[in-house]
């Protein structure tokens, strides 16, 4: 419902994948229900509502964010990118295309939230973020070898009931993989794809 | 008027190739609309509210002022909703009341809808739904589930309540070798991604509701029964659905929703909050089952007593099947199995992923490990020398019976050869290693479907069959079923689905849809393709033809129909802390025909992934002063999350079942059954300990399967 700015609602502008959305909100409304309920954005996923499940992850001003933990009113002024900004038009981000490609999902619901919380966990590690499986966690060491258990420990905020946390992992280091290589434009081939097998 | 055909070569060779899925793009873009995401003009928002009592009466429900709160627009409760129709039998028998909401003003557990408050905004439903004074007349509740509850009884579920042959005790006084134990699991819940959500609406004397479910032509019946309105008055479509795992059916917010438009004469959407749909949304019982097994010194079962208690509600009666598990596993020469139930305070429990096969296979393929271990056998071994060669219940010959070929290739693949069965040997670090091996299996089944497949004029083919997509694929897999049936390319083929409009189909359940659907898809297709190969040209309208399948799937001989697997894991466990960590896994699957090994693969290894969770995470703790439960949430109710899952592989045996026109079995739930098993067995060879109670948690590590730990008693 739009409504006049009155002592419960507020006029805002929310700057959303690089455009400018004004309305005016409920000053309890979620930044997630504003995506959802108000500007038809709804690839952001509501899974509790309460910051346990990550569904909803976007990134703010870069770093990944819960929006249903956010106001939509505190939201202004900063960079939203939700799921339907990470394509450049047809061409899908290197994470959703491995996705895609090595069926990171199955009911589809967590993907966005797992999409947007795996870029951020690529452009964490590339900038030297430690996490709770890092050996060497000092600033000197740099960036630890992006393995399986680094992906894990990162994306273990994104809960996914279907159960494609092998498949999510697998894509994750295969887009981290192709970042590397399209950053520093390397001669080395070698890439840090999983290859642990199970048996 | 085109001559296009089916092509001028036939082509197949599309089922068996992995193909990403077609709906994949909208999903990895969050284009993809799920239930509660297709915007309406005047939309309302209901927000239901749950009992805070386990038992008693609504008094009364001071509505006035909440119907002076900002936006609201009603309150709907029993003394004023639309009146249901409960006195049916729909497609899995009469319904659980727990949908039929506002009724009556008893309330039979904790979580019970007495409310629903509708408003312009979700912000205004949810205020005025917490400010909504319910006083209840409160009675006292009962809510603990034990082994030893005296007001148990038998019950059929979907099998019979008892099976006996032959003399139990005297077969296991004459056994050399008897292991008799208790194990139990916890109540588990669904908590699929996606939370229940349907939008309501009347559209041209039709009732619309767009909803997240298994089934829509089910979902559909089950209303124009409960609302008394004509079949063909109910449309109900369900495009996207986020996680199903059997909790979608009818449930309390597609009710609601109707209620609501039909009072409003406006669209209304009810959605479940998360920690609503812990009270519901169904759930799976938890279970206490006695297994006696009496063999032989040589492993030869002579005696097999497999008894299974499980809760249900007040209100409606659910088995969980756990001891069907020992009517299709094992035979022994003295048999019994039996399924008890008693009856508390509770939500009404219902289909849960492998529902009975789950607990069923952690009890039973633990007990089996127990009695390798006491016979001094090999616990592969000891499975091969009790290979069942008919059914052991209904003396029915298997349809196919690959376990042992599971067996093998999985014991080659895990290094199982090289094991030393002794207990507690292997270490690393501060770690205790094991591995174990469990067997799994799930009925193969089909039912009834109906479906439509149409040539289109401009050379390509559209399939409309009311098939649900519930993360298992299905869209991608009848696309290529009907590429193959019509001999043309999978691009060619266009699938709908999730439409009630589209025809009677059977849900997303039982790991029957893709099987029940591909069968009416094929034949349809089939016919089509013979049809087209006459030449006669298709009119701008195309060439449609429909299907139903119930005479030929009627026709089918009594067989034992089952898909069957091997599990192996390997845990490493923490005797400090308790600390259980999963390292490896493997799961080598007979499960029929693999349509799309891409999506199957993901679908078996979600499967083992939940046996992993249901094995170490997994418990709903109900508190037995309120009649609720702790935490119901997901921080509370903890699933797997990427840290707790290692790398873990899933194969199969190729094994196209004779009697299905694709060879398919179904494989949505056998990925789940025997996993928590091998696992638990696994703790055992790490520590030389039985956990015989779910989940693994670490103080039962610590107290190392001691009585205390033992009881299955919550944490309090």
């Known amino acids: 419902m739009a409504t006049a700015p009155s002592s419960t609602y507020s006029a805002i502008t929310l700057n959303i994948n690089g455009e400018k959305y004004p309305l005016s909100v409920d000053h309890r409304t979620t930044l997630l229900d504003a995506l959802r309920e108000r500007l038809d954005l709804t690839g952001t996923k509501k899974g509790c509502d309460q910051g346990q499940c990550g569904a909803c992850t976007v990134l703010l001003d870069g770093r990944r964010a819960v929006a249903c933990l956010q106001l939509a009113v505190a939201a202004e002024g900063r960079e939203i990118t939700t799921i339907e900004g990470m394509a450049e038009g047809e061409q899908l981000h290197p994470v959703q295309q491995a996705f895609l490609d090595l069926d990171g999902y199955q009911c589809g619901y967590c993907t966005p939230g797992q999409i947007c919380s795996a870029v951020a966990v690529i452009e964490e590690h590339a900038a030297g973020w430690p996490s709770a499986v890092t050996d060497d966690v000092r600033p000197e060491a740099g960036p630890p070898p992006l393995t399986a258990d680094e992906i894990r420990e990162r994306m273990s905020g994104n809960l996914c009931r279907c159960g494609a946390y092998v498949s999510i992992v697998q894509a994750v280091a295969r887009a981290a993989a192709t970042r590397t290589e399209s950053a520093q434009d390397t001669e080395s081939t070698e890439t840090t794809e999983t290859t642990e097998t199970a048996a | ?716």
């Open chain 2, 1 to 716: 008027m085109t001559t296009a055909t089916t092509g001028t070569k036939a082509v197949k060779g599309a089922v068996g190739t992995a193909h990403t899925r077609l709906e994949g793009r909208d999903k990895v873009t969050g284009a993809a609309r799920y239930a509660a995401e297709i915007p309406f003009a005047e939309l309302a928002h209901g927000w239901l509210v749950l009992s805070t009592v386990a038992r008693g009466r609504v008094r009364s429900l001071d509505t006035a002022p909440v119907l002076g709160m900002p936006g609201v627009l009603s309150v709907l409760h029993h003394e004023n909703a639309p009146r249901l129709d409960t006195d049916y039998v729909g497609m899995l028998g009469a319904p659980d009341p727990t949908a039929a909401v506002f009724q009556h003003d008893r309330v039979p557990h904790l979580g019970w809808p007495v409310a629903l408050v509708v408003a312009e905004t979700s912000e205004q439903a949810r205020e005025a739904a917490e400010a909504l004074l319910v006083h209840y007349e409160e009675e006292p509740h009962d809510v603990a589930f034990s082994a030893g509850r005296p007001d148990a009884y038998e019950a059929a579920g979907f099998g019979p309540a008892v099976t006996e042959k032959g003399d139990l005790e005297a077969e296991l006084a004459a056994s050399a070798v008897v292991v008799d134990e208790e194990y139990t699991t916890p109540e588990e819940h669904h908590n699929s991604m996606e939370p229940h959500a349907a939008t309501a609406l009347w559209d041209g004397g039709r009732l619309e509701v767009v909803d997240s479910n298994q089934g829509t032509t089910w979902v559909a019946s089950e209303l124009a029964n409960m609302f008394s309105l004509d079949p063909g008055s109910v449309r109900v479509r369900s495009e996207h659905v986020g996680g199903g795992f059997g909790s979608k059916g009818l449930r309390a917010h597609q009710v609601a929703a109707v209620m609501a438009a039909t009072v409003l004469q406006r669209p209304v959407r009810v959605v479940m909050t998360r920690r609503q749909t812990f009270s519901l949304a169904g759930y799976r019982s938890p279970t206490a089952q006695r297994i006696r097994l009496g063999a032989d010194a040589g492993g030869r079962l002579r005696a097999l007593d497999h008894d299974s208690l499980n809760l249900t509600s007040t209100v409606h009666e659910f088995v969980e099947g756990s001891a069907g598990v020992a009517r299709t596993m094992y035979d022994a020469d003295a048999h019994r199995t039996a399924t008890r139930l008693v009856r508390l305070d509770v939500p009404t429990p219902t289909f849960m992923r492998a529902p009975g096969e789950a607990p069923g296979s952690f009890a039973l393929e633990s007990a089996l490990d127990e009695l390798a271990e006491k016979c001094g056998i090999d616990p592969i071994e000891l499975r091969a020398r009790n290979k069942p060669e008919r059914g052991p219940v209904s003396g029915l010959p298997f349809s196919s019976h690959h376990l042992l070929d599971c067996f093998r290739e999985g014991a080659r693949r895990f290094g199982w050869a090289d094991r030393d069965p002794r207990p507690g040997l292997r270490r690393d670090g501060r770690w205790l290693l094991g591995t174990g091996t469990a067997a799994a299996h799930f009925g193969a089944g089909a039912a009834p479907s109906t479906a439509a497949v149409t040539a289109e004029a401009d050379g390509t083919f559209t399939v409309r069959i009311s098939a649900a997509d519930i993360g298992t694929g299905a869209r991608t897999a009848l696309t290529l079923v009907a590429a193959d049936a019509l001999e043309v390319t999978p691009d060619r083929v266009r699938v709908r689905i999730g439409d009630s409009d589209f025809g009677p189909a059977f849900i997303a359940g039982g790991s029957m849809g893709t099987r029940s659907w591909a069968w009416a898809v094929t034949a349809a297709a089939t016919e089509l393709r013979e049809r087209l190969a006459l030449n006669t040209g298709i009119p701008p309208e195309g060439i449609t033809i429909r299907s139903d399948t119930t005479a030929a799937i009627g026709a089918l001989a009594q067989k034992e129909r089952h898909s069957f697997g091997a599990q192996f894991a390997e845990v490493a466990v923490d005797p400090t802390t308790g600390e259980v960590r999963v390292r490896r896994m493997l799961g080598i699957f007979a499960a029929g025909r693999i349509v799309n090994p891409l999506t199957a693969r993901s679908q078996f290894l979600g499967g083992m992934i939940w046996g992993i969770s249901m094995a170490l995470h997994e418990e709903a703790v109900r508190d037995r002063a309120s009649g609720g439960l702790y935490g119901a949430d997901l921080a509370g109710y903890h699933v797997a999350a990427h840290a707790d899952i290692p790398a873990i592989e899933a194969d199969w045996v190729g094994e196209p079942d004779p009697d299905d026109p694709v060879g398919i079995k179904g494989i949505g739930e056998i990925g789940i059954v025997g996993a928590a098993a091998a696992i638990a067995n696994a703790v055992w060879h790490a520590t030389g300990v039985r956990h015989r109670n779910l989940p693994i948690r670490p103080d039962r590590v610590l107290l190392g399967g001691t009585a205390e730990a033992g009881t299955g008693a919550p944490r309090a």
